[in-house]
């Protein structure tokens, strides 16, 4: 949906959904992946796939083609993680990895509720593993530092999208 477009990704708890609400809150143009492109599936096929595991957590590769290719705004925001990420990675000007320490982490999975993902044990230490791994996160991301208060994480996101708007002009 936007000229430019970027993808703000991090293991659970870092601050994706709020970093959403926050830009939305704010005016841009920001998708919630885990709600609106979000399904169980494979994520080499996209087959769709019952069952709500982690490994099955993707988008709809046509919905993000649709979204990247709608020019309908300036910049647009997409929110969430996706374990096929892989499938739709180069499509974005930008990717907006959002990290936190060990500590921080912890503290927020204990706040989470336990019909919410991460509210569980298991999940919690899926989450966690994932956390020191990196396994499942783009690695050619630009970190941001998820644990400033949400204005500052936002701000920072603002400001690299305009520097990299600005480069490539």
């Given at each position: 949906m936007g000229i430019r477009n970027y993808l703000i990704e991090g293991v659970s708890c870092t601050g994706k959904t709020t970093v959403?609400?926050?830009?939305?809150?704010?005016?841009?143009?920001?998708?919630?992946g885990d709600r609106e492109l979000a399904y169980q599936g494979n994520p080499e096929t996209g087959k769709l796939m019952d069952g709500c595991t982690h490994e099955h957590h993707i988008w709809h590769v046509y919905k993000v083609k649709a979204l990247v290719a709608n020019h309908n705004e300036a910049v647009t925001f997409f929110c969430g993680g996706s374990r096929n990420f892989s499938k739709f990675i180069d499509l974005f000007d930008g990717v907006f990895v959002l990290e936190v320490d060990l500590d921080t982490l912890n503290r927020r999975l204990n706040q989470r509720p336990e019909n919410e993902w991460g509210g569980k044990k298991t999940e919690r230490e899926l989450i966690v593993r994932l956390h020191q791994t990196k396994e499942d996160i783009p690695k050619s991301g630009i970190i941001i530092d998820a644990t400033a208060p949400i204005e500052h994480v936002v701000d920072e996101i603002v400001r690299q999208s305009e520097e990299n708007r600005v480069q490539r002009e």
């Amino acid at each position: 949906m936007g000229i430019r477009n970027y993808l703000i990704e991090g293991v659970s708890c870092t601050g994706k959904t709020t970093v959403c609400k926050e830009l939305q809150r704010r005016g841009y143009h920001a998708i919630n992946g885990d709600r609106e492109l979000a399904y169980q599936g494979n994520p080499e096929t996209g087959k769709l796939m019952d069952g709500c595991t982690h490994e099955h957590h993707i988008w709809h590769v046509y919905k993000v083609k649709a979204l990247v290719a709608n020019h309908n705004e300036a910049v647009t925001f997409f929110c969430g993680g996706s374990r096929n990420f892989s499938k739709f990675i180069d499509l974005f000007d930008g990717v907006f990895v959002l990290e936190v320490d060990l500590d921080t982490l912890n503290r927020r999975l204990n706040q989470r509720p336990e019909n919410e993902w991460g509210g569980k044990k298991t999940e919690r230490e899926l989450i966690v593993r994932l956390h020191q791994t990196k396994e499942d996160i783009p690695k050619s991301g630009i970190i941001i530092d998820a644990t400033a208060p949400i204005e500052h994480v936002v701000d920072e996101i603002v400001r690299q999208s305009e520097e990299n708007r600005v480069q490539r002009e």
